[in-house]
């Protein structure tokens, strides 16, 4: 399994975004971290081992992006400016990253993953950029940003607020996206993922949601998920 590690600078962001690239070609797979997690989370929990039997055939090629929670959502800022940065790195990901790996494939879209409050940010990138994204993967994901903000509210909150959003989106790449809400009994976002399941119903939106046994919010947890969704792509 080829790992190649990379820094992409960002014009969006003013800075390089540091990466780790799994395997050569096939199906480009974008992993998000969790809260505060890094660009090597994924690999040091074990989660690209677990798919390495697809990497190594060329069946996907795994992009691991660093996040920026820790100077958007979880920095010691004004509410606005918290999301403001987000966008950035909204931006960053539509504009500058994902154009050059989405044509790996004839589709030109990628699938997106992301564990725990990573599949906010993986959600909320797919479902603003339904035109990008082919299949999305949330584990235990997390789909509201509003304790961050402390009763503010504005615009770009609601456009980058899945669960509020998502009830008025129309966009016809939605109905065609394959999404998995991966979560489970003993699961902390259980309830957040019957919720937003529920919005998806509500629109018709084909989904899956898995809610597994009574298994913990933990990389046990995932590491049984990730490999089953993969082999849906």
């Not at 069946?59 to 691991?64: D, H």
């Not at 009830?167 to 809400?181: C, G, Q, R, S, T």
Request: aromatic share 16%; glycine share 6%.
């Amino acid at each position: 399994m080829k790992e190649t590690y990379t820094e992409f600078y960002s014009h969006h962001l003013g800075h390089n975004v540091k990466m780790l690239t799994f395997g050569t070609h096939g199906y480009p797979l974008v992993i998000f971290p969790t809260t505060l997690g890094s660009y090597f989370e994924a690999k040091d929990r074990g989660m690209l081992e677990s798919i390495r039997w697809f990497i190594d055939r060329g069946f996907v090629q795994v992009f691991c992006p660093d996040s920026i929670n820790n100077a958007s959502w979880y920095a010691d800022i004004h509410p606005k400016h918290k999301v403001e940065r987000h966008i950035q790195y909204d931006r960053f990901l539509a504009e500058e990253f994902v154009p050059q790996i989405r044509h790996n494939t004839g589709t030109g879209r990628i699938a997106a993953c992301g564990i725990s409050f990573g599949g906010f940010s993986a959600s909320n990138f797919a479902f603003r950029h339904p035109d990008m994204v082919s299949h999305l993967f949330c584990l235990s994901g997390a789909f509201d940003i509003k304790s961050f903000l402390y009763g503010y509210y504005d615009d770009n909150v609601y456009f980058n607020n899945p669960v509020d959003f998502m009830p008025e989106a129309n966009h016809p790449d939605l109905w065609n996206m394959k999404i998995v809400l991966g979560t489970s009994n003993w699961d902390i976002c259980l309830d957040n993922n019957l919720k937003f399941s529920e919005i998806l119903r509500r629109k018709n939106i084909p989904h899956w949601l898995d809610v597994r046994g009574d298994i913990e919010h933990d990389w046990p947890l995932w590491l049984e998920m990730l490999p089953h969704y993969v082999s849906l792509i």
